[in-house]
C-alpha cells in the first residue's frame, strides 16, 4: 500500500468490468495528487471464424486462438504452397505449429507484435484445390513476400474489417494421399463405364440371340417344306 490510511477517509475501488484491461490512467493533480480515475478497454466484438479457402480433400487442422502472430513462415514444391510454420504468442510464451511437407526451404515474414499484427491473408488455389499463393498484411500496411505463384488460380482474401488474426486453421495431405484420391476417382469412372457396356453387351448378346433364334425357326420351317 502506497501512504497512509487517514481517519476521516472514504474508499473507492477502480476497476474494469467483464475482463476489461487496464490500459491507461487520468486524474487531477496540484502539491498532491487530488484525483484518480483509469481508462479500461473491452472488445466488444466476438471472435470471428472464417472457413477455410482451397480443396475440400486432406486432414483438418486448427491452431487455436492466441493473442497474437510474431512470424509465418511458407515452403514451396512445384511452385505450389507446400508448408506453413506459425509462430504464435501467448501471454509471455511462444507456441509454434507447421503443417504439411517441408520440400525447400521455408521463406519466413516477420511481424512486430504487439505494435504490428497482421490483418488480412490473400492467396489463390488452383483446380485441384491446392494453395498456389499465401500473401499477408500487417496493421503497418506492409505486405509480405507474395509466397508461391499468384499468377494462377481462383483468388481468396480471409479479413474481418477492424479485426487483427489471432490463430489459423486450414487442411493438409500429402502427395500419396492425392494418388490414392485420383485413383478412387479413376476407378469410380471405371465402374460406371464398365456397368454401360455390361449393359450395352448384355444388349448386343440378347440381339444375336433373337436373330439365331428366328435364322433357326426359318430353317425348320424350310426344311418341313
Same mark, same amino acid.
Given at each position: 500500500?502506497?501512504?497512509?490510511?487517514?481517519?476521516?477517509?472514504?474508499?473507492?475501488?477502480?476497476?474494469?468490468?467483464?475482463?476489461?484491461?487496464?490500459?491507461?490512467?487520468?486524474?487531477?493533480?496540484?502539491?498532491?495528487?487530488?484525483?484518480?480515475?483509469?481508462?479500461?478497454?473491452?472488445?466488444?466484438?466476438?471472435?470471428?471464424?472464417?472457413?477455410?479457402?482451397?480443396?475440400?480433400?486432406?486432414?483438418?487442422?486448427?491452431?487455436?486462438?492466441?493473442?497474437?502472430?510474431?512470424?509465418?513462415?511458407?515452403?514451396?514444391? *512445384? !511452385?505450389? #504452397?507446400?508448408?506453413?510454420? %506459425? &509462430?504464435?504468442? =501467448?501471454?509471455?510464451? /511462444?507456441?509454434?505449429?507447421?503443417?504439411?511437407?517441408?520440400?525447400?526451404?521455408?521463406?519466413?515474414?516477420?511481424?512486430?507484435?504487439?505494435?504490428?499484427?497482421?490483418?488480412?491473408?490473400?492467396?489463390?488455389?488452383?483446380? *485441384? !484445390?491446392? #494453395?498456389?499463393?499465401?500473401? %499477408? &498484411?500487417?496493421? =503497418?500496411?506492409?505486405? /509480405?513476400?507474395?509466397?508461391?505463384?499468384?499468377?494462377?488460380?481462383?483468388?481468396?482474401?480471409?479479413?474481418?474489417?477492424?479485426?487483427?488474426?489471432?490463430?489459423?486453421?486450414?487442411?493438409?495431405?500429402?502427395?500419396?494421399?492425392?494418388?490414392?484420391?485420383?485413383?478412387?476417382?479413376?476407378?469410380?469412372?471405371?465402374?460406371?463405364?464398365?456397368?454401360?457396356?455390361?449393359?450395352?453387351?448384355?444388349?448386343?448378346?440378347?440381339?444375336?440371340?433373337?436373330?439365331?433364334?428366328?435364322?433357326?425357326?426359318?430353317?425348320?420351317?424350310?426344311?418341313?417344306?
Amino acid at each position: 500500500m502506497f501512504g497512509n490510511t487517514a481517519i476521516f477517509s472514504t474508499d473507492f475501488v477502480v476497476e474494469g468490468k467483464a475482463g476489461a484491461k487496464l490500459i491507461g490512467f487520468h486524474g487531477r493533480s496540484g502539491s498532491a495528487l487530488d484525483a484518480i480515475g483509469a481508462h479500461f478497454f473491452a472488445s466488444a466484438s466476438p471472435l470471428k471464424h472464417i472457413e477455410p479457402r482451397g480443396g475440400f480433400g486432406g486432414n483438418a487442422w486448427d491452431d487455436g486462438v492466441y493473442d497474437g502472430v510474431r512470424k509465418i513462415s511458407v515452403g514451396l514444391n *512445384c !511452385g505450389n #504452397v507446400s508448408y506453413v510454420r %506459425f &509462430k504464435y504468442v =501467448k501471454g509471455s510464451t /511462444s507456441v509454434k505449429h507447421s503443417h504439411g511437407k517441408m520440400s525447400e526451404e521455408p521463406k519466413e515474414f516477420k511481424v512486430d507484435y504487439p505494435n504490428e499484427y497482421v490483418t488480412s491473408v490473400e492467396g489463390t488455389y488452383n483446380f *485441384c !484445390g491446392d #494453395v498456389t499463393s499465401l500473401t %499477408f &498484411k500487417t496493421s =503497418k500496411e506492409r505486405v /509480405s513476400t507474395g509466397f508461391g505463384r499468384s499468377s494462377s488460380g481462383s483468388k481468396f482474401v480471409l479479413a474481418v474489417k477492424d479485426h487483427m488474426l489471432v490463430g489459423f486453421c486450414g487442411r493438409n495431405y500429402c502427395h500419396k494421399a492425392l494418388r490414392m484420391k485420383s485413383q478412387e476417382l479413376s476407378l469410380y469412372c471405371f465402374r460406371k463405364l464398365a456397368q454401360k457396356l455390361k449393359l450395352l453387351t448384355i444388349k448386343n448378346l440378347s440381339q444375336i440371340s433373337i436373330t439365331r433364334t428366328l435364322t433357326l425357326l426359318l430353317q425348320k420351317t424350310s426344311s418341313k417344306t
